[in-house]
């Protein structure tokens, strides 16, 4: 068990001596900036004790750069997350948290994980990035041992590569639920750093650190986050892109058997599930040798060893040009099939049923690919896709090539292959799975980018929702929030809700459409999936041995 005997004791707060939140009163005035904070809350962890801050404009708390892992440098580069090292003091817990390492966005010029707030921010990279930020709401936090408001955890995206938390205001969602809500924001090792494939990296460290790093603190959820005044047994995981398809991991982690739970229930905005290879394929394999040979550890009789002594700033050079040199739109640190924590293929686990959650809400954009694929490309549909899925057959891109041969020039079909094997189908592949516990949506504001949905939740990020309606923006958050608080998307509880009522998924494959008019009116509605889409999806789903899915 990862957490000690005293964390476990903070967690059931029976003890004052192993959990002693002392509430500090707000005695002072309210401040005439809308930006203006105060001094907040001190909770003690047992390990550690953070003092947060209070934003009185919006009447939420937050304590920023919470540690839930030691440090993974040194010999813990390529392991196992481990327990936060005990420190003495009160923490501030104010400041941003380092991001982990980024690594390279690709050759696009627009890459749709570009955004306003990202390049404004000045935040430094760092190994030592396994932080946390938790959002509450109202002034004080008061624990809540055996009971306590739902809580979101946003697990961010970005391809494995690139992200953290510190783009996104958790006190968003807290406003989105009607202060009804607890928000986590994570972070986790990207790239190189948490995502090095191979059997030397099997047999001396960790596969899928990154993986492994979210799943760490997900149980620090469970041990802690009653302190903070949220119920452990009311935990939803929710992300977006890569952050989405690292809930698909979480959904079939263990063979679709984590015990203890750690979620009830999950939500994907964009699933994002690229090539997932066994961890010594040919293709990992090479990737570790490319990283071997890139630190000179190719004479060492222990290369892992040589690589966790290497100089942080070589790996990191490392880091951004292999995954620079990867085909357009493709991200090669990715998680892997590791035999331990992800048993086998997701899209095999998934047919069969077996999987972490009770319930699920799943939306995907109307143009999810095109921002992944080079507009100006020139490859036919056959050598697109064997460029995408490197052991794909002849026979399997001739059927491919049929699919999608009535769907216009090569861009616009390389732009369905790209969003529909990776981002849609495996959405339809969870949708399948979960039931009458599933529902669907789909936002369509145009242009209807992979990316340009966060801003109507998170109403902050990215100088916030084009499309400024509050009706819309209304229905489309509390679809999320409701789904958090009452295990369903169709619990208006916000009056005025325009919201039509939702239907499972399973029920009659009805989705529930986000869109606008052309003269600029919410457009919400109700439609059944396009059965030609679901024909191919299933064609997808047939072939992933060969998509590495």
Same mark, same amino acid.
């Given at each position: 068990?990862?957490?000690?005997?005293?964390?476990?004791?903070?967690?059931?707060?029976?003890?004052?001596?192993?959990?002693?939140?002392?509430?500090?009163?707000?005695?002072?005035?309210?401040?005439?900036?809308?930006?203006?904070?105060?001094?907040?809350?001190?909770?003690? @962890?047992?390990?550690?004790?953070?003092?947060?801050?209070?934003? =009185?404009? /919006?009447?939420?708390?937050?304590?920023?750069?919470?540690?839930?892992?030691?440090?993974?440098?040194?010999?813990?580069?390529?392991?196992?997350?481990?327990?936060?090292?005990?420190?003495?003091?009160?923490?501030?817990?104010?400041?941003?948290?380092?991001?982990?390492?980024?690594?390279?966005?690709?050759?696009?010029?627009?890459?749709?994980?570009? #955004? /306003?707030?990202?390049?404004?921010?000045?935040?430094?990279?760092?190994?030592?990035?396994?932080?946390?930020?938790?959002?509450?709401?109202?002034?004080?936090?008061?624990?809540?041992?055996?009971?306590? @408001?739902?809580?979101? $955890?946003?697990?961010?995206?970005?391809?494995?590569?690139?992200?953290?938390?510190?783009?996104?205001?958790?006190?968003?969602?807290?406003?989105?639920?009607?202060?009804?809500?607890? =928000?986590? @924001?994570?972070?986790?090792?990207?790239?190189?750093?948490?995502?090095?494939?191979?059997?030397? $990296?099997?047999?001396?460290?960790?596969?899928?650190?990154?993986?492994?790093?979210?799943?760490?603190?997900?149980?620090?959820?469970?041990?802690?986050?009653?302190?903070?005044?949220?119920?452990?047994?009311?935990?939803?995981?929710?992300?977006?892109?890569?952050?989405?398809?690292?809930?698909?991991?979480?959904?079939?982690?263990?063979?679709?058997?984590?015990?203890?739970?750690?979620?009830?229930?999950?939500? /994907?905005? #964009?699933? !994002?599930?690229?090539?997932?290879?066994?961890?010594?394929?040919?293709?990992?394999?090479?990737?570790?040798?490319? $990283?071997?040979?890139?630190?000179?550890?190719?004479?060492?009789?222990?290369?892992?060893?040589?690589?966790?002594?290497?100089? $942080?700033?070589?790996?990191?050079?490392?880091?951004?040009?292999?995954?620079?040199?990867?085909?357009?739109?493709?991200?090669?640190?990715?998680?892997?099939?590791?035999? =331990?924590?992800? @048993?086998?293929?997701?899209?095999?686990?998934?047919?069969?049923?077996?999987?972490?959650?009770?319930?699920?809400?799943?939306? =995907?954009?109307?143009?999810?690919?095109?921002? !992944?694929?080079?507009?100006?490309? /020139?490859?036919?549909?056959?050598?697109?896709?064997?460029?995408?899925?490197?052991?794909?057959?002849?026979?399997?891109?001739?059927?491919?090539?049929?699919?999608?041969?009535?769907?216009?020039?090569?861009?616009?079909?390389?732009?369905?292959?790209?969003?529909?094997?990776?981002?849609?189908?495996?959405?339809?592949?969870?949708?399948?799975? !979960?039931?009458?516990?599933?529902?669907?949506?789909?936002?369509?504001?145009?242009?209807?980018?992979?990316?340009?949905?966060?801003?109507?939740?998170?109403?902050?990020?990215?100088?916030?929702?084009?499309?400024?309606? #509050?009706?819309?923006?209304?229905?489309?958050?509390?679809?999320?929030?409701?789904?958090?608080?009452?295990?369903?998307?169709?619990?208006?509880?916000?009056?005025?809700?325009?919201?039509?009522?939702?239907?499972?998924?399973?029920?009659?494959?009805?989705?529930?459409?986000?869109?606008?008019?052309?003269?600029?009116?919410?457009?919400?509605?109700?439609?059944?999936?396009?059965?030609?889409?679901?024909?191919?999806?299933?064609?997808?789903?047939?072939?992933?041995?060969?998509?590495?899915?």
């Amino acid at each position: 068990m990862f957490f000690t005997a005293r964390s476990v004791g903070v967690k059931m707060s029976t003890k004052a001596n192993l959990l002693a939140v002392s509430q500090v009163l707000l005695a002072l005035e309210v401040l005439s900036s809308p930006t203006a904070t105060v001094s907040a809350s001190i909770v003690n @962890l047992g390990y550690a004790q953070y003092q947060g801050s209070v934003d =009185t404009a /919006t009447n939420t708390t937050s304590f920023l750069g919470i540690r839930y892992a030691a440090p993974p440098v040194g010999d813990l580069r390529w392991a196992a997350p481990q327990p936060p090292p005990t420190v003495s003091g009160i923490q501030q817990a104010t400041t941003q948290p380092n991001e982990c390492n980024q690594a390279a966005r690709g050759d696009s010029s627009t890459n749709p994980f570009e #955004s /306003t707030s990202m390049k404004k921010r000045d935040i430094s990279q760092s190994e030592d990035c396994l932080f946390l930020n938790v959002y509450t709401p109202g002034s004080e936090v008061v624990p809540t041992p055996g009971g306590g @408001l739902p809580v979101i $955890v946003w697990i961010h995206g970005g391809g494995y590569l690139i992200g953290g938390a510190s783009p996104f205001n958790g006190a968003d969602l807290i406003i989105d639920s009607n202060y009804g809500v607890i =928000t986590v @924001l994570i972070q986790y090792r990207l790239g190189l750093f948490g995502f090095l494939p191979g059997e030397a $990296v099997k047999e001396g460290g960790a596969l899928n650190a990154g993986l492994l790093d979210q799943n760490y603190a997900l149980q620090w959820v469970q041990a802690y986050i009653s302190a903070f005044g949220g119920d452990p047994m009311k935990v939803t995981i929710w992300g977006e892109s890569a952050g989405a398809g690292s809930v698909l991991q979480h959904i079939v982690a263990h063979g679709g058997n984590t015990q203890p739970p750690l979620f009830r229930i999950a939500m /994907t905005s #964009s699933t !994002f599930l690229p090539s997932q290879y066994n961890y010594n394929d040919r293709i990992p394999e090479l990737l570790y040798s490319e $990283v071997v040979n890139g630190t000179n550890c190719t004479s060492s009789s222990d290369t892992l060893s040589c690589l966790r002594a290497a100089d $942080v700033n070589t790996l990191q050079t490392l880091n951004y040009n292999i995954n620079l040199n990867g085909f357009f739109g493709t991200y090669v640190f990715v998680p892997v099939v590791d035999g =331990t924590f992800i @048993l086998e293929r997701p899209t095999v686990t998934i047919r069969k049923g077996r999987l972490n959650g009770n319930y699920l809400l799943a939306m =995907t954009n109307s143009h999810e690919g095109n921002s !992944f694929v080079n507009q100006s490309t /020139t490859l036919d549909v056959a050598d697109y896709v064997k460029t995408l899925f490197p052991n794909i057959g002849f026979a399997q891109a001739a059927g491919v090539v049929m699919m999608y041969q009535n769907y216009g020039s090569n861009v616009n079909r390389a732009d369905l292959v790209m969003g529909e094997s990776i981002f849609v189908c495996p959405t339809y592949y969870l949708l399948s799975a !979960f039931g009458e516990r599933a529902w669907k949506g789909e936002f369509a504001i145009q242009p209807g980018l992979h990316g340009n949905d966060v801003a109507y939740y998170f109403t902050s990020f990215s100088g916030g929702p084009a499309y400024n309606n #509050s009706q819309f923006i209304t229905a489309f958050s509390n679809s999320f929030m409701a789904m958090a608080m009452s295990e369903t998307p169709d619990d208006r509880y916000t009056p005025g809700d325009i919201t039509p009522s939702w239907r499972p998924w399973r029920s009659d494959l009805t989705e529930m459409m986000f869109n606008e008019t052309s003269a600029g009116a919410p457009d919400i509605y109700t439609f059944k999936t396009d059965s030609a889409l679901l024909e191919r999806c299933a064609y997808w789903q047939d072939v992933s041995a060969y998509s590495a899915q």
